[in-house]
């Protein structure tokens, strides 16, 4: 318990469901009963309005019935009770309750009860005014020095000060420069109003000026009756606080000067009846109320600021006396007179917590019990130590994965339709083809657990396409399954780089300790066929490109291993095979009669790549099958390094225009805002001039940006192709050195994570200068010829290159590097570690082999300019090459 909460009195929960702001709390003896107590007053927004006379009562009960005096519920909501003269002729204090179109005034009265439940209280309607406009808030007081009874001024939400002389209807002003409503009161001591207004600014209006200003009738007034009739509305004074006011409230206590409160967003401030500043407090938390009251020490005022942290602070000017924690946030706060108990502090939360409490602190009572003093029994304790030995030790000897990994409690599975879809589920594809073919994929996901929030995502690399990508299911029981179903097919204009998709399902486990769940995460990856982006054609003698694959096994009949692309009814011994793309281009297979040669030809380097892959992926499924475990494929042709350059350039060219066209819209977008602030200013003028053809040169400039953007998304889709296929014949030339050099999968993994570093293509963060410090990390590492390259240091950042001939160079001496006998394998030795960091860019390798031109043993590079993006494969069993050491291991040849 906290030394300074607030120690309770009295307190009760309003309703339920009801809500309750600044202006819903009122503390008056509104019953007339002579007796000095205060009551309660409370207004909702449900339209409740209780009165309450509250009694002690003991911590933890409730309140007794007699405390609620009275509870009736109104038409429309409260927004504002007070208590005053409202009612000519006598001196009794009435109930002001303000709607948002109704301002009624009710007299409270109690009968004495003769019987056991006590007085009876009710309320009678002396008058109501009906309101031409939404009401906001209201103050009082006897407006024009009037004794003996009070006057209400309600301020409405379009800025009409309304004034009502008790029963009838004075006049109303509106509040020059009005935007939108701010808190308002009444200064008697020099007979003002006093506002905050959208400018930030406290301002006081003379009762005398609002009465002889321009009478607000109407709010649009001709020119003609803004000079004959009443007077401006002059303000009185102003001061700026620079923030939006909460509340203000103007005291005038005998020992203490007249002096007006304001409660800022950040700040309190205490100004004299002229606007001037006496003193301001800043305040280091957020408030939501206050209330001034009377100090004891002379010259000085007390204020209670509640805030939203729950606490509520006592100043004593801008000394801070004392701070207690509440149990709510109070939005309205008042000092009472309740039960011969003088200056308890009541308090109201939004959602209608009422508490009447009283400062001080409670002593800490607690004693600490004493301990009993007991013989050890050291037997028992050596038992226990051995059991909780032996707890530890099975924890230790258990896998790391928690059994939940090892058996899984979601099994998410994919299941590829062996044929394509009859009916085509294509949608929105920019594929020319004459039909666009889809297949289905089935998906299940079975439980063992309950799984809460079951969430499954399908994933395919653009340019394919998924009919729905996301699926949400109810809860999952144990022992439960789900299963959807969905269709892949190709969406943009050209070939994928992979025929591979993922399904992820995400859900929560609730356990005892977290009942909410842990989160977890199952997914599995699918293969499509090849028949999904190209069906057969005939075949194609005459190629730019072409790739020899080496086996040692001899050749097989395509109708064996690509029976979805060979007529049944043909020979046996089919031998060659013709791949029509969707994209219109075309790429031929061929098998060697004699030798054990596969040769893939097209006239593009990129659609190699998947007719290569399908070849070497179903060459091992077929061996496979026939339980062969020593069939390979080897490559011994020369690496098409300057094809793959070509590609390079490409790409590089359209990341040049793509900035290019940035730099443009930029400067077209500077110039067209300057034309329009030009026409603005003409526009304004009182005096018209003439445009001298700023409105063609605008429209000009219009039509430029439009273009300029047209021309910059046609070069982004033209820069999402060229990304695509150099990925394609990235993952080709990977394919082509592990076969080359014959790398292990460990090597190959180190290859992909090196040529595929990234998931998108970016102008922050492309891929020439990716890969280019990935090569140079291994040239000066593991495929390093002396110390003085691995001495070599690292630049801090990446950036766009000017060019890609450095990229070039290094590539070609890479592959040089591995023809010589380098190889790349992953060292745990520490001895064999360097200290080397990889911040993210490299040095020029000042390798003096890349002064002349190149040609590798069994290649045909060369090297001419420019760059690449591409996508990087998680490979959960083996980590990126730059964060690991590496080493070369030399072979003899």
């Known amino acids: ?37 205060d009551k309660i007053i409370v207004g909702s927004y449900m339209g409740y309005l209780r009165i309450f006379s509250p009694h002690p009562v003991k911590p933890g009960e409730e309140i007794q019935p007699e405390d609620l005096l009275l509870e009736v519920q109104l038409r429309e909501p409260i927004l504002q009770v007070e208590v005053g003269k409202f009612v000519s002729g006598t001196e009794g204090l009435h109930l002001a309750v303000l709607h948002s179109r109704k301002l009624c005034v009710y007299a409270v009265t109690g009968t004495l009860g003769n019987v056991e439940h ?6 009678k309607l002396m008058y109501e005014h009906n309101l031409q406009r939404t009401a906001c808030n209201m103050t009082y007081g006897p407006f024009g020095g009037v004794k003996g009874r009070d006057m209400i001024c309600i301020q409405s939400m379009d800025g009409m000060l309304m004034l009502f002389e008790q029963e009838s209807y004075a006049f109303g002003r509106f509040l020059p420069g009005f935007l939108l409503p701010g808190p308002l009161t009444y200064s008697s001591r020099t007979d003002s109003f006093i506002t905050v207004s959208s400018c930030q600014q406290v301002e006081s209006y003379k009762y005398q000026v609002l009465a002889f200003a321009t009478d607000a009738d109407e709010r649009q007034e001709t020119e003609q009756q803004k000079l004959s009739s009443g007077k401006r509305l002059v303000v009185d004074w102003v001061l700026n606080i620079g923030e939006q006011a909460l ?21 309190f401030f205490c100004l004299k009846d002229n606007g001037q500043i006496r003193f301001m407090k800043k305040l280091d938390y957020s408030p ?24 509520l602070n006592v100043y004593q000017d801008v000394t ?98 062996p044929d394509l879809d009859a009916e085509s589920q294509a949608i929105d594809s920019e594929v020319k083809a004459e039909a666009v073919p889809s297949v289905t994929v089935k998906i299940t996901i079975q439980s063992r657990v309950t799984a809460q929030k079951p969430n499954l995502t399908v994933c395919v690399q ?66 499509l066929p090849l028949r999904l982006i190209c069906f057969p054609t005939q075949p194609s003698k005459a190629a730019s490109h072409k790739l020899t694959i080496d086996t040692n096994k001899p050749p097989i009949s395509f109708l064996a291993i690509f029976p979805d692309f060979v007529d049944p009814s043909e020979n046996d011994q089919v031998n060659i095979l013709g791949f029509q793309f969707l ?20 006239d593009q380097l990129e659609d190699l790549w998947l007719i290569t892959k399908e070849l070497t992926l179903r060459l091992e499924e077929h061996f496979k099958k026939q339980k062969c475990k020593d069939f390979a494929c080897t490559f011994s042709g020369s690496i098409p390094l300057q094809e793959y350059f070509e590609l390079i350039d490409r790409h590089f060219e359209l990341r040049l225009n793509a900035e290019k066209f940035q730099e443009l819209l930029s400067e077209r977008a500077v110039q067209f805002r300057a034309i329009e602030r030009r026409l603005l200013t003409r526009f304004k003028d009182k005096t018209p001039a003439p445009l001298q053809h700023l409105d063609t040169l605008l429209e000009g400039t219009f039509r430029e940006v439009i273009a300029l953007a047209d021309a910059a998304e046609e070069n982004q889709a033209n820069m999402f192709q060229a990304f695509t296929k150099l990925k394609s014949a990235t993952h080709l030339l990977i394919m082509l050195i592990s076969l080359w050099q014959k790398l292990s999968a460990d090597q190959v993994a180190i290859l992909e994570a090196t040529f595929l570093p990234l998931a998108e293509d970016t102008q922050e963060l492309g891929w020439e200068e990716t890969v280019d410090a990935s090569i140079s990390y291994l040239l000066r590492t593991c495929l390093s010829k002396s110390s003085k390259e691995q ?103």
């Open 791 to 893: 001495a070599l240091t690292l630049s801090s950042e990446l950036c766009m290159p000017k060019d890609t001939s450095r990229l070039k160079k290094n590539i070609t001496l890479f592959c040089d590097r591995l023809a010589k006998g380098g190889r790349l394998s992953i060292s745990t030795d520490s001895a064999t570690q360097q200290s080397v960091v990889m911040p993210g860019g490299c040095a020029t390798i000042p390798e003096s082999d890349l002064e002349e031109r190149m040609i590798i043993p069994g290649s045909t590079g060369t090297l001419p300019n420019h760059g690449h993006i591409a996508e990087q494969k998680s490979k959960p069993d083996v980590l990126q090459p730059v964060h690991k050491c590496i080493k070369v291991e030399s072979t003899l040849q």
């Open 320 to 417: 801070l006396k004392w701070a207690t924690q509440l149990p709510h946030i109070p939005v309205s706060v008042k000092v009472a007179n309740l039960q011969d108990l003088k200056g308890v502090i009541v308090t109201l939360s939004d959602s209608g917590h009422l508490q009447c409490s009283y400062l001080g602190t409670d002593p800490s009572i607690f004693q600490a019990p004493k301990v009993d003093s007991r013989e050890i029994n050291y037997e028992e304790l050596d038992a226990e130590m051995k059991e909780l030995q032996k707890i530890i030790k099975e924890a230790t000897k258990t896998d790391i994965l928690p059994k939940s990994e090892i058996q899984r409690d979601v099994i998410v599975t994919a299941e590829v339709s």
């Open 247 to 267: 509340d203000i409230r103007v005291v005038s206590f005998n020992q203490a000067v007249s002096s007006v409160f304001v409660l800022g967003e950040r700040n």
């Open 288 to 311: 939501s109320c206050f209330i001034p009251y009377c100090s004891v020490k002379e010259g000085t005022i007390n204020t209670l600021i509640g805030n939203h942290s729950k606490m």
């Open 462 to 527: 653009a340019p394919l396409a998924v009919t729905c990508d996301q699926f949400v299911f109810d809860d999952l029981e144990p022992d439960s399954s789900e299963t959807v179903v969905l269709s892949v097919f190709l969406k943009g204009n050209c070939s994928p780089s992979e025929l591979e998709g993922n399904c992820l399902v995400s859900y929560t486990t609730p356990t005892e300790l977290n009942p909410e769940g842990i989160p977890k995460v199952a997914q599995c990856n699918f293969r």
């Open 118 to 123: 006590g007085n009876q209280y009710q309320i």
């Open 583 to 602: 994209t219109g281009s075309k790429t031929t297979l061929l098998a060697s009669k004699t030798s054990q040669r596969y040769r893939i030809q097209s």
């Open 1 to 37: 318990m906290s030394l300074f909460k607030a120690r309770e009195w009295w307190s009760t929960l309003l309703g339920e469901k009801e809500e309750f702001d600044q202006g819903c709390l009122c503390i008056a003896d509104v019953d007339n009963s002579g007796s000095g107590q």
